[in-house]
C-alpha cells in the first residue's frame, strides 16, 4: 500500500460512526460515548496516515496498534458502566420520590460500587470480539490495513453487544424501580394504634363506670370525672 493510499477508517466501523444513530434511552447518554470512541479512532487513524506520509512506518502501526484498540475500548465500556449505573440511580430516586418510599430503605436499594463493577466487567467482555481480533497484534506486511479493517468491524459488532448489554441492565433497574414507585405504606400500625386506642378507651368507660375494678393510680380521674357537671 502506498503512503498516499491509507484509506478512511469510517467506512469500515459502519453503524458505529452514524451520527444520526440514536440509543432508544436518551437519559444514558450512550451515542456521546459511542462518537467519541470513534472520534478518538478517527484521530490514531490520521496521525497513522501523518505517519505514514512522513515514511514513518513503525510509527503508523504503533499508531493503531492493539494496545490502542484495547485501551480504547476499555475506556469508552468503563463510562458506559458510570453512565448506566448513574441513569438507574436517577430513576431509583425518581420512583422513591413518587412514592414517598423511606429514604433509609432506599439506600439499600440503589447501585452500589459492586453494581458498578460487575457491570463493568460484562461490557468490557462485550469487546472479547475485540481482543481476539488483536492479540497477535499486526503483520508487518502489506495486510496490515485490511487488519486494521477487520479489527474495526469488529469494534462494530462489540459495540452491538455492548448496547445489548445496556439495555438487559436498564430493564432490570427499570423493574426495580416499578417496584419501588408502587410501593405504599404499610396500614398495619396505624389499624394497631387504632385498636389499642379503642380498646383503652373502653376499658377507662367501664372502669369509670363502675363495671371494673378502678386501680388506685385512677381515682384522680375518677374523682374529677364524676364531679362533671352530668346533671
Known sequence: MATDELPEIGPYLGRLADATRQFED???GLDLIRLDLVSELFDRTAAARDFRLAGDEAGARLALDRNV???LWRT???RVADAVIAAA???M???AYQSR????RLVALLPSAEDRAVLAARLDAAGIVVEERVARGFSAGDGWWDEVRQAAVALEDAWDELEAQVR???AVWQSRAAQVAEWRPSLRPWIVALAVSVAGAIWLGLVLG???PRPIWLDPVHRWFWSLPWR
Not at 418510599?101 to 433509609?104: G, L, M, N, Q, S
Open 26 to 28: 436518551p437519559t444514558v
Open 69 to 71: 484498540w484495547l485501551e
Open 76 to 78: 469508552a465500556a468503563g
Open 89 to 91: 440511580g436517577v430513576q
Open 93 to 95: 430516586e425518581r420512583a
Open 101 to 104: 418510599y423511606p429514604a433509609r
Open 168 to 170: 438487559r441492565e436498564l
Open 210 to 212: 363502675g363495671y371494673l
